[in-house]
């Protein structure tokens, strides 16, 4: 069965700094995809950033990293230069295969919540 | 804005009784999947529709049902309402063929008293 581990419940980081927030993945698929959301205070879930199984270089979005160490299984989420609206709780997941046939569900983690400071 | 549209975005009601949330994928999308975020069980899988038809069930009650109408849109319905169905309830939707990025819609939070 797929499981995802997010060992940070809460995390602080002062503005423009650099954060990191970890995720490690179990699976015993050899195809599957690795996400990263963001949930504001207001709640809605939005979608950051996708690694592959198969991708070789490391997945970026703007100000969005994924740390993608395969042997480790461990699919960090990076953050440079903060800001205060990256205040949140991030949510790491996975899903069983990225292309078609099977279920894609989503597998969440517990979530890190992430506060900015001035 | 996901381009997922859900209604109502707050809905409180009573013990026993049975609500619909609804649930617009975003324009092409044909798989719609609902999810469930409570304090206790964080966020899970409920069920998944492609096209129509129901693709995949996670840990959903069986007072709980959905559909996928021709239109695509769906329909989450709940029934018997107890205390802990009190939760955020999610619909995504993802694109077929290659993509199956998730995109999440605003939410119904459902209160039960």
């Known amino acids: 069965a797929q499981k995802i581990t997010q060992t940070q419940p809460g995390m602080f980081v002062q503005e423009k700094e650099a954060v990191t927030l970890d995720c490690t993945y179990d699976?015993?698929?050899?195809?599957?995809?690795l996400f990263w959301y963001k949930q504001p205070s207001s709640g809605e879930m939005i979608f950051l950033i996708y690694?592959?199984?198969?991708?070789?270089q490391n997945a970026t979005e703007g100000r969005y990293s994924l740390n993608f160490q395969k042997a480790r299984k461990s699919a960090n989420l990076v953050i440079s230069a903060s800001q205060l609206g990256d205040s949140a709780m991030y949510f790491c997941?996975?899903?069983?295969?990225?292309?078609?046939?099977?279920?894609?569900?989503?597998?969440f983690g517990t979530g890190t919540l992430l506060a900015v400071q001035p | 804005d996901s381009g997922v549209t859900q209604t109502p975005k707050h809905l409180i009601t009573a013990t026993g009784q049975r609500v619909t949330l609804r649930c617009s994928p975003r324009?092409?999308?044909?798989?719609v999947y609902w999810y469930q975020q409570s304090l206790d069980q964080g966020l899970q899988f409920l069920i998944q529709?492609?096209?129509?038809?129901?693709?995949a069930k996670g840990n959903i009650l069986e007072r709980f049902s959905a559909q996928q109408f021709p239109d695509l849109h769906s329909e989450l319905n709940l029934s018997s309402l107890e205390l802990g169905d009190s939760a955020l309830y999610f619909c995504?939707?993802?694109?077929?063929?290659?993509?199956?990025?998730?995109?999440f819609g605003p939410g119904t939070r459902l209160t039960v008293l």
């Open positions: 699976t015993s698929d050899q195809s599957y995809g």
């Open positions: 324009s092409g999308d044909l798989s």
């Open positions: 995504a939707s993802s694109p077929s063929g290659e993509g199956n990025t998730q995109y």
């Open positions: 529709y492609y096209n129509g038809e129901e693709r």
């Open positions: 997941a996975m899903t069983k295969s990225r292309y078609g046939g099977a279920t894609n569900k989503l597998i």
């Open positions: 690694q592959g199984s198969y991708d070789e």
